[in-house]
């Protein structure tokens, strides 16, 4: 389904969770690649790659568009990864979640089309389509935004699709709750949550439990950015896509992290007022496009595992640095 090519391709938040695993892969297949971030999480999440010839680092703020203008120059092809990610993050602060999360949004865009960029992907969220009766939900039921997190996020694929053309392609993904280990790691997303918990307080505590989560591997939604680049215009123009693997109960999710790790691990059920449940259904992006996940949740808690085994995630239950919340609160970023 690909088209061998190198591509100049902007990554904003190149420097976060998914930019971290991203930006490697990039330069491996022979882009050049531009990351603009505010690296509030740390240098080190692209030390690896660092001196590599193809990459150019920007640190700066995407709200300031003389900075986006000039992240922007020369690329046809823009990754758009960087945002105040979930809603206890943007709910700390609505009106700086609306100035990143959608005003740069838009100048992004503009800014982009101006540059003669061909090509746009939209790191979206599965969370759009609020909470949905139907089993399957798939990109052609409506969307209900329940926070205004999603809500931005929905309002910006409409931005992004009234701006195509036949000069600018765009594509929307929206990918389920990551999992997985990264350079630049979070631990406040369900799956490694709960495997933080198992191994660092010796149980695992579910709030609620009967909720769903979908759920993608961090190296599938990596290797997805990767791919679709070069897809073909009819895989890519105008395409919305879920990209999800599995739809689980998170008191399943606590009993697989329990059993990958072996260790006996009790779960501890708390009542919660949090009853928002998920679920998508990803089968178009592999009818349209061929793209299926090959990583599974235990995947996922096996790595993280393995970090922890090898000592390299200090401080797991304390340092601010895993949660983006937390470090928002430390720096009171606005």
Request: aromatic fraction near 8%; charged fraction near 25%; glycine fraction near 6%.
């Amino acid at each position: 389904m690909t088209v061998n090519s190198e591509r100049k391709i902007l990554v904003t938040g190149g420097a976060g969770y998914v930019g971290s695993k991203l930006i490697p892969k990039l330069l491996d297949q022979g882009h050049e690649v531009t990351v603009l971030d505010l690296y509030l999480f740390g240098d080190e999440a692209l030390a690896e790659c660092r001196e590599h010839r193809a990459l150019r680092e920007i640190k700066g703020d995407i709200r300031d568009r003389v900075i986006v203008d000039d992240a922007v120059k020369g690329c046809d092809t823009v990754i758009h990864l960087a945002c105040i990610s979930n809603d206890p993050s943007f709910d700390l602060n609505p009106k700086l979640g609306k100035a990143i999360n959608y005003d740069a949004f838009i100048d992004l865009v503009d800014a982009s089309i101006e540059s003669g960029v061909k090509r746009f992907v939209y790191a979206s969220s599965s969370s759009v389509y609020g909470i949905k009766s139907e089993s399957e939900v798939t990109e052609n039921l409506p969307l209900e935004p329940l926070t205004d997190y999603s809500k931005y996020k929905a309002l910006c694929e409409d931005v992004l699709f009234q701006r195509r053309s036949a000069e600018f392609s765009a594509l929307i993904i929206r990918p389920a709750t990551v999992c997985g280990y990264a350079p630049r790691l979070r631990l406040d997303l369900t799956v490694n949550i709960l495997t933080n918990h198992a191994i660092n307080n010796g149980k695992i505590v579910v709030f609620g439990g009967e909720q769903t989560r979908p759920n993608i591997h961090i190296e599938d939604i990596t290797d997805l950015y990767v791919e679709c680049i070069l897809w073909p215009d009819k895989c890519f123009d105008g395409q919305i896509f879920n990209v999800g693997y599995e739809n689980h109960r998170v008191i399943d999710i606590a009993e697989k992290v329990s059993k990958v790790i072996a260790r006996g691990t009790p779960i501890e059920k708390v009542k919660t007022d949090d009853l928002r449940s998920y679920r998508i259904s990803s089968d178009l992006i592999y009818r349209v496009c061929g793209f299926k996940p090959r990583y599974t949740i235990d995947h996922a808690v096996a790595g993280l595992v393995s970090a922890f085994d090898a000592n390299i995630i200090p401080n797991a239950m304390s340092d601010p640095k895993y949660f983006n919340i937390k470090l928002l609160q430390a720096i009171d970023f606005s």
